[in-house]
């Protein structure tokens, strides 16, 4: 069996994106600034794709600058809003611990040129309270970055509250929506977001390529200097095969939101409900308020790394939480900011379901991991240490 369970880091493109961008470069290769009709034909392709998204996230076309994806989304929405609060004297920022890169090395790249940066606390279920960020901002507040949906625990922030609270407050409010752009309702207006970040990957789309949604009246600053396209605010011609592609997968996620959401959460719940069986094992992130397809745990005692590449060896396609960076297993910093011990954020295991996930794989994966987990706790000496009573069980 080969089972695909790590949506969360790609997913695979769907039939209808394949079919946009292949129309495109064969018919639409002409560059949408130019004057004659090949050119002209493809800005009208971009255009009709503009209007499209922006039409399914209740926004203007204008309010869409399409880029290379959701790291260049973040980027760029984070420079923009702290230039555009430098100019007003305002150098604080919040945000949370456990974003993603693209957000977090932003910000630490902001903090060093004399932003100050607070994060908010990530509770042990994975959220944000809503009166932790009233309480946090401060009158040289510029802007609160909290991503939609948290990529490796998929616990889904309560946005809409959060949102107006900066409203009320006059602050600008970024989300990266990468995870929960075509997996759940957006709506950038009743959500009160002023900046959003959107990634067509995640979205069964082609890879590099998404968008920024930037409220009309919020200006954006470019990374890219150049030609005039994106209105100034994105140089480059535009990858229009990508654009279209982009616009097909989400039409079409968007179409079967509903019944995929329907399809998956009892799936969700079926998979964490086996696994929960495994002794010394937790969920990570609130069991409700998550994801569709998201499934998070850690297993005391074990690798997370050793445990993927033994799946795999089974057929199962996963990930883990810890990232190799120059050699060294650092565990994620998502579990630390939700209260991980180091220890226990090493065993962790991310599966992640898509449209394709049957009933039955998702029996073969419960049966599997408990195998594996079992076997890999036979040699580890922090499992032994604490099955002879010589330390204490964590979870
Ligand atoms: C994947 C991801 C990104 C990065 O998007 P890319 O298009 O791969 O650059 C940013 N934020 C979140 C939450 C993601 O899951």
Not at 59 to 65: C, D, I, V
Request: proline share 5%.
């Amino acid at each position: 069996m080969r089972i695909y369970a790590d949506n969360a880091a790609t997913t695979p493109m769907c039939p209808a994106a394949l079919a946009a961008m292949l129309h495109c470069m064969e018919e639409r290769y002409g560059n949408p600034s130019s004057l004659h009709t090949p050119g002209q034909r493809a800005k009208e392709t971009l255009e009709t794709a503009r209007e499209e998204i922006a039409a399914l996230l209740h926004a203007a076309p204008r309010e869409l600058t399409f880029t290379s994806g959701g790291s260049e989304a973040d980027n760029q929405a984070l420079r923009s809003a702290a230039a555009l609060g430098r100019r007003q004297g305002k150098t604080h920022i919040i945000s949370t611990a456990f974003e993603h890169h693209a957000v977090l090395h932003t910000l630490d790249r902001l903090a060093r040129e004399g932003f100050s940066v607070t994060l908010l606390d990530v509770h042990t279920d994975g959220l944000v309270r809503p009166e932790e960020l009233e309480a946090a901002i401060r009158p040289d507040t510029c802007l609160v970055s909290v991503m939609y949906a948290n990529n490796e625990i998929g616990t889904v922030q309560p946005i809409r509250e959060l949102g107006a609270i900066c409203r009320a407050r006059g602050v600008l409010f970024h989300t990266d929506a990468v995870q929960a752009v075509g997996q759940l309702p957006i709506d950038v207006q009743a959500d009160h977001i002023d900046l959003l970040s959107a990634s067509a990957h995640k979205f069964h789309g082609p890879k590099g390529v998404g968008f920024l949604y930037a409220r009309r009246g919020v200006a954006l600053t470019p990374l890219i200097e150049g030609g005039a396209q994106e209105r100034g605010k994105r140089a480059g011609t535009e990858n229009v095969p990508a654009v279209a592609g982009m616009a097909a997968a989400l039409r079409e996620s968007a179409a079967q939101m509903e019944q995929n959401a329907a399809r998956l959460i009892p799936l969700r719940d079926r998979l964490i409900e086996g696994l929960q069986t495994i002794p010394h094992a937790a969920r990570n992130g609130d069991a409700l308020r998550r994801l569709p397809g998201n499934v998070s745990f850690c297993f005391e005692g074990i690798e997370g790394e050793a445990l993927l590449l033994l799946l795999d060896d089974r057929g199962i396609a996963a990930s883990s939480g810890s990232a190799c960076t120059s050699g060294a297993l650092d565990p994620s910093h998502v579990l630390l900011a939700i209260g991980r011990s180091h220890d226990v954020a090493h065993g962790s295991l991310r599966l992640s379901l898509g449209p394709e996930t049957t009933e039955a794989e998702i029996d073969y994966i419960i049966e599997n991991v408990r195998d594996v987990v079992e076997y890999l706790r036979g040699f580890s000496p922090v499992w032994r240490e604490r099955a002879e009573g010589k330390a204490p069980f964590v979870l």
